[in-house]
């Protein structure tokens, strides 16, 4: 068929571009192409491409296709995102963040568009980092058969869906460093340029090898300023880096705290620690959760940005592994001052954002036992 005419950008948000064109003689399907990369099989003259970054200008292109094959590419037109509000349109006030894995590690392998209705924040683990001092990059694993323009169709379904995909840097085994102005300027560049790429709605802060508050709080921000006001950031540190507000994760959070929309902290593979109360505590308890959280709710973030992050089975991590029970009933705690174990807050936080879980793979493989539990129940939360 002949290339289409008449392109046009129509109505905008934050995360999404409106087009349409004329229609082809011959032509039984249109596919849109976004900065040259093609993003969308449609049937009929019009599509929206979702899964864009917020303030930011995008080239589009159509072609027309039968079974003869695929026209020349139309006029480009140029679409530009509006700058949007608040912490990303697919996060509610309570949400559930679940960790998806680019990997087969003997837990269920998973597609995108498999990730359990359920979880509100999806984090793609994992970046990888890369020559360059700060900058990362992301491939899909082979192992998975996966192709990236099914990724990128599943993303963008998630988030017409209401939900929000990040892309997680970090993990056990990964080690990015941005500790100058250059790396953090790399680091910054980098996770934009993916969040183009593939759709995400931000980034995920998993590092689990030390972290400079200085230059990584340069590195969220310039990134922020890039991404704009809906762009999602959370953080999945340990328990111990968050034990104190001088520890290098607490304090990063703290400096962007304008930005930051939730901390899920590991409350697994630490063993004992001590609670906002100066008692030790021992994981795989209410007390535990709770006591702990209280540190981050105590100490300078708002309720809506602590989650509590827990495997979604037992073999989900070494040691920490609680019943879905034990979650909400820790939730309930925090949140409306019931289900508490020996230790009771002062005071409630009904505005604790959630919990997040490793991961959906692990939650699929144990009968999704997890998010059938908490899921639910965190979107019940005053």
Same mark, same amino acid.
């Given at each position: ?102 990997? &087969? ?39 998975? &058969? ?182 909400? &009933? ?53």
């Amino acid at each position: 068929p002949g290339a289409p005419d008449g392109l046009r950008a129509g109505a905008t948000t934050s995360s999404s571009v409106a087009l349409s064109w004329h229609p082809v003689g011959g032509a039984t399907g249109y596919h849109v192409y976004r900065d040259g990369t093609k993003v969308q099989s449609v049937s009929g003259t019009s599509a929206t491409v979702t899964g864009l970054a917020p303030s930011t200008s995008y080239r589009f292109e159509v072609t027309a296709t039968n079974a003869k094959g695929e026209s020349p590419r139309s006029a480009a037109v140029t679409g530009t995102t509006t700058a949007g509000s608040g912490n990303g349109p697919g996060v509610p006030k309570h949400a559930v963040t679940g960790y998806w894995q680019n990997f &087969n590690n003997g837990a269920t392998v998973q597609k995108i568009s498999d990730v359990q209705d359920q979880y509100d924040i999806i984090a793609v683990a994992f970046a990888d980092a890369t020559a360059t001092r700060g900058a990362v990059d992301f491939t899909l694993d082979p192992a998975l &058969n996966y192709t990236e323009e099914r990724f990128k169709s599943d993303i963008a379904a998630k988030q017409a869906a209401g939900k929000s995909v990040v892309i997680s840097v970090g993990g056990e085994r990964g080690t990015v460093t941005v500790n100058d102005a250059a790396s953090a300027s790399n680091f910054a560049d980098s996770v934009h340029a993916l969040m183009r790429k593939y759709g995400f709605n931000g980034v995920d802060i998993d590092l689990e090898n030390g972290i400079d508050p200085t230059y990584m709080t340069q590195a969220l921000r310039a990134l922020s300023a890039k991404a704009g006001s809906t762009l999602v950031i959370t953080m999945a540190p340990q328990t111990i880096d968050m034990q104190s507000t001088s520890a290098g994760y607490f304090r990063t959070a703290l400096n962007i705290k304008d930005i930051l929309t939730v901390v899920n902290m590991q409350y697994y593979n630490s063993g004992s620690m001590n609670g906002c109360d100066g008692k030790v505590y021992s994981q795989g308890s209410v007390d535990f959760l709770t006591a702990l959280a209280c540190i981050q709710l105590e100490g300078g973030l708002a309720p809506s940005q602590v989650g509590l992050g827990l495997p979604a089975s037992s073999r989900g991590a070494g040691s920490g592994y609680v019943a879905p029970s034990v979650v909400t &009933n820790a939730l309930d705690c925090l949140a409306k001052g019931t289900g508490c174990g020996s230790f009771k807050p002062a005071r409630t936080y009904p505005d604790i954002r959630g919990a997040m879980t490793w991961s959906t793979n692990w939650d699929a493989a144990n009968g999704n036992a997890w998010s059938k539990a908490v899921g639910p129940h965190v979107h019940g939360l005053p």
